[in-house]
Every structure is written in C-alpha cells, then in structure tokens.
C-alpha cells in the first residue's frame, strides 16, 4: 500500500485532496523541519529541527486548503501536527505553531464529540480566538479519544500551556478524576 499523495499545486505548494492527504502533508513539513531540506525549505534557509513562520504558512495552508475547509480536523491531522510540535527543538514562529496546535486540537475533539465546528478557515485562522468558538464548558469525549490525546500530550519537552489549559478545562478535567490528571498529563514536568 502507498502512501497517501498530495499534488502539487501551480505556486508549488502541497494541495491536499482529502483529510489524509493533508494529514500526508503534514508529514511532508515535519520531514522538513526535522532536516531542514525538502519541498517546503526550497529557496531559504532552514536549519534541521527549527520551525520558523514559513513552516507554521505551510500547515495552515494545508489544514485549511479547499479540500478539507469544511471538514473537522482529524486524528492524522493532529497527530501529524504534535509530530512537528515534538521534531522542533527551536522555534522562530512568534508562537503561531503553537496557535495552530491547540486550536487543531480544540476542532478535532469539540468535532469528535459532536459538537458542530467553524470551517477550518474561521476556526484556525490566527486572529479568531479559540473561545469564540471552542466549547466553554465540558464536552462529552469518549474515554479512548481522550486517552489517546492526553498520550499525545505526556512527556512533552515543550509545553503548549493554552492546550493544556484548553484540554484540562474543556475535557479532562471533566471526563476524568482530579487525582487522574498528574498522571495523563504530567502536570509537574510543564
């Protein structure tokens, strides 16, 4: 079985067909965030495992292309983008990743557990706030989507404080027992 493909598009940017085509992309950045080569460091300067503002431009034009614009973010997706989170041992991005991240997260899960989200372009775009639009209360996640996210989150080097705030308030912390979060989360290590 093959990998997922994405084609290019006339600028040359990656133009995702489908949710796991863009999830396929992602990895196509992370690739080159981790060596500093590849399709999306052509033509500038990169150093390996740095993520500068060139690299979050990617992922938001690739998490909001026209093909999945309307979709909920996905688990690939996500897991794609804590991927790029976990290979960038610098970053030159005035934060905008991290921006991404927790509001990839908040559409994934508010999405996952029902709840109808803003098209991608409204909901990730970096001047919508996320308390516009994510849930301001606790959403009913299943336990194995909220394992798999606080599994996601366990160990980090770098800590994301709004996704962490974001997922203890919104999910964990009312899904799961107070005396359970240490452990999902590692609270101490943040």
């Known amino acids: 079985m093959s990998a997922p493909s994405t084609k290019a598009a006339a600028n040359g940017a990656l133009e995702p067909s489908c949710r796991n085509t863009a999830a396929h992309a992602l990895t196509v950045v ?8 590849g399709p999306t460091t052509k ?26 614009e309307h979709e909920p973010v996905c688990r690939a997706e996500v ?19 991290d921006d991404l991240l927790t509001k990839a997260v908040a559409h994934h899960a508010a ?17 919508t706030a996320i308390e516009s639009w994510a849930p301001a209360q606790a959403i009913k996640a299943n336990t194995e989507a909220l394992q798999w ?5 366990r160990g980090k080097r770098r800590s994301n404080r709004t996704l962490m705030a974001m997922v203890a308030s919104v999910i964990g912390a ?6 359970q979060l240490p452990k999902m989360f590692d609270i101490g290590m943040m």
């Open 30 to 37: 992370r690739d080159g965030v981790i060596t500093g080569e």
């Open 174 to 179: 009312a899904a799961v027992p107070l005396a």
């Open 111 to 127: 999405a996952e557990a029902g709840l109808k989200v803003p098209p991608r372009t409204v909901a990730l775009a970096a001047d």
């Open 79 to 97: 897991e794609a983008l804590f991927e790029i989170h976990d290979a960038a041992a610098e970053r030159s991005d005035g934060g905008r990743f």
């Open 149 to 153: 996210l606080a599994g996601q989150m």
């Open 43 to 68: 033509g500038r300067i990169h150093f390996s495992r740095a993520l500068d503002a060139d690299d979050a431009a990617w992922c938001v034009r690739i998490l909001t292309a026209a093909a999945v």
